[in-house]
């Protein structure tokens, strides 16, 4: 079977929505060492390697909201699409405490090989979608861990992310704070800006209504947690645009 960087869910969709999630695999593809990062097999299954959980709720979501998504099919590890192509942590050989084998060595030759067979083509399919219609609305998914290494435990539920465009994202923070049983973060776990990461150069370079949410993973493990958090999502998704407009 040929490898394939990228998967469209809900591709024929018409809805002026668009859901990415930029970590939705721990795919190492073949052409990367074999296949292999060094790792052990559990550390492939935790967050250093993808967003636990983010890529069933954003599956779900496009079927709710009657969206196409764009799902990564390679692990952060291996090229992270949610930095750009000059950012210093684009390939990683150290994360959260783990030191990457597989990334050890890795020089320009082969940071630009999965610039051009991983990470080039998701940003291509993410643009191509966004382009459809001229009022997109991208909502971003993540999850993250409840705690890093050496670190308090983060108490949020779910966190929305924005950068210096606040129109979407404001109003969907209002919608979730109203819900008592959440602790919601703003700009947490993460800030909300990178230069250069996906929703600078697919949302705020086009001036496209835009929003990052980070699911705590604990949160989203199972697939009925994550059709779950996806229902309960969706219509918050809906209200907020519809308080904001065109």
Known sequence: ???????IVNGEARSRWLITCDHAANTVPPFVNGGQLGLAAGDMQRHIAYDVGAAGVARELARLLDAPAVLSNFSRLVIDPNRGE????????????TIIPGNRHAGPDALQERLNRCYRPYHDAVARLAARQDDTVIVSIHSYTRQLQG??????????????????????????????????????????????????????????????IEIRNDL?????????????????????LAHVGD
């Open 151 to 212: 670190r308090a435990p983060r108490p949020w539920h779910v966190g929305i992310l924005y950068a210096a465009d606040t129109r979407f994202s404001k109003p969907l923070l209002d919608l979730l704070r109203a819900e008592s049983d959440l602790c919601v973060g703003e700009n947490e776990p993460y800030g909300g800006h990178l230069p250069g990461d996906a929703i600078a150069r697919h949302a705020i370079a086009h001036q496209r209504h835009n929003t990052l």
């Open 220 to 240: 989203i493990e199972t697939d009925d947690d994550q059709i779950a958090w996806a229902a309960r999502l969706a219509p918050l998704l809906r209200r907020a």
């Open 86 to 97: 000059d950012d210093p942590t684009l390939l990683m050989k150290l994360y959260d405490g």
């Open 1 to 7: 079977m040929t490898y394939e960087p990228f998967e």
